[in-house]
């Protein structure tokens, strides 16, 4: 968790986060017009867009990327070794970063991933550098370390081999689309692996340090998203039921079925904290397996439904990602500020009802055709997310300045 009697340089990642918040906004607006044009709703302006691949390229390349080069770039490195990456190093990613939504803007979408890929590769020697060594305080790697540098790698491999084929073959055997949600799965299920047990209460024993069923978990669900990605036979039965055995695993391994059995306990938290975690988490995987159970029933539903894979790439993009986000990743922000956990204030489950609210009247959408559900669901997926980050830094930064405020001694409260 975060260092005691060290801050976190916040200033370090305001760039990539800020990159990351300008595309969340407008790849929720492109989004949102997308939405509005199932419904019949044509608005004039929106043809002049660079089309549907804009949308979840701004999500997964733009926002999410944002969010996981954060956590290696700074967040997590700092954590894990007293260092953030070097000036260079995070001024050359903006640089690509920012080329690759330029280009995709302008229709050059193999150049705009190429962009993509030298940043995967610039994550994975970073991390590499760092996460595959032992930490400040002598601790060894775990899976948690294997997984977060696996996943850039993976994430560069599916990139590199879908652009030789565009390049050489002229059509790729697979989704780019859908198989770069390796990237943000990856990342989820690498952090989650560590620091579920400690926010929802299930510590203490002795665990392997490299815990196969979390791992085995891992290489499931990224292997059924690229399966189900793949113009092959079966593509849909085969992915659909690794990702649903994978998040089976994951769930089992992250302790939250003795949870669900035995209760949530503090722990290292407070109760409350523990439960708003726990909850997120629990629908987080719900979400993941609908994915699965949609992947498997993709050919069924097509006959009722024009959208069911929508729904189900959505149920994994935003279901599980956001509501991990949103449970997990906001708790440990406020302890890599240096703030202490046991001193974070109840959080607030408006977000997650606003959230969780947009999802199931999408997917009432996307399984039943009823038109109008989605001119809620879209801006109430925006309102949720953008809601959470509000009150999230809001408080993160009070919390910040009393605790600079206390340490240098101009506030004295024995209670931190």
Do not use: C
């Amino acid at each position: 968790m975060g260092a005691s009697g060290s801050f976190y340089p916040l200033g370090v990642g305001r760039p990539i986060m800020l990159s990351g918040m300008v595309t969340l906004i407008l790849g929720g607006f492109v989004g949102t017009l997308l939405m509005l044009k199932y419904q019949g709703i044509d608005i004039a302006f929106a043809e002049n867009l660079p089309g549907a691949g804009f949308h979840w390229f701004l999500m997964i390349y733009g926002f999410l990327l944002s969010l996981i080069s954060l956590e290696i770039f700074s967040l997590l490195s700092f954590e894990w070794s007293g260092r953030v990456a070097p000036t260079h190093y995070i001024a050359l990613y903006l640089a690509l970063f920012w080329g690759s939504v330029i280009l995709w803007i302008y229709g050059e979408v193999t150049a705009s991933l190429a962009l993509v890929s030298i940043n995967m590769a610039l994550l994975a020697a970073y991390g590499s550098s760092v996460f595959l060594r032992p930490s400040r305080f002598g601790f060894r790697p775990t899976q948690y370390n294997i997984l977060l540098v696996l996943t850039p790698v993976i994430t560069l491999l599916v990139l590199l081999l879908w652009i030789l084929q565009r390049v050489f073959m002229g059509s790729p055997i697979y989704e780019i689309g859908i198989a770069s949600l390796v990237l943000p799965l990856g990342a989820i299920l690498a952090v989650e692996s560590r620091d579920i047990q400690l926010l929802t209460g299930q510590v203490g024993g002795k665990r392997p340090p490299y815990r196969v069923m979390i791992m085995a978990g891992y290489v499931l669900v990224v292997i059924g998203v690229i399966i189900y990605s793949a113009k092959i036979p079966h593509k849909d039965v085969i992915g659909g039921f690794l990702v649903i055995i994978g998040s089976l695993l994951a769930f089992k391994d992250l302790g939250l079925l003795s949870s669900l059995r035995s209760g949530v306990r503090g722990g290292l938290v407070p109760i409350y904290i523990a439960r708003y975690s726990f909850v997120h988490i629990v629908t987080a995987f719900t979400w993941l397996l609908l994915g699965g159970v949609l992947f498997m029933l993709t050919p069924l539903l097509i006959e009722v439904s024009s959208l069911p894979r929508d729904l189900a790439i959505h149920a994994m993009a935003l279901g599980f990602i956001f509501n991990t986000i949103f449970g997990v990743d906001a708790v440990l922000m406020y302890s890599h500020a240096g703030i202490s956990l046991r001193k974070v204030p109840r959080p607030s489950y408006i977000p997650y009802l606003l959230f969780n609210t947009s999802l199931i009247l999408r997917a009432i959408y996307d399984l039943t055709g009823i038109q109008g559900v989605t001119v809620a669901s879209a801006p109430l997926t925006g309102l949720g997310i953008v809601v959470f980050f509000l009150m999230h830094n809001i408080r993160l930064s009070r919390l910040r300045r009393e605790v600079i405020a206390m340490r240098t001694g101009s506030v004295h409260n024995p209670g931190f």
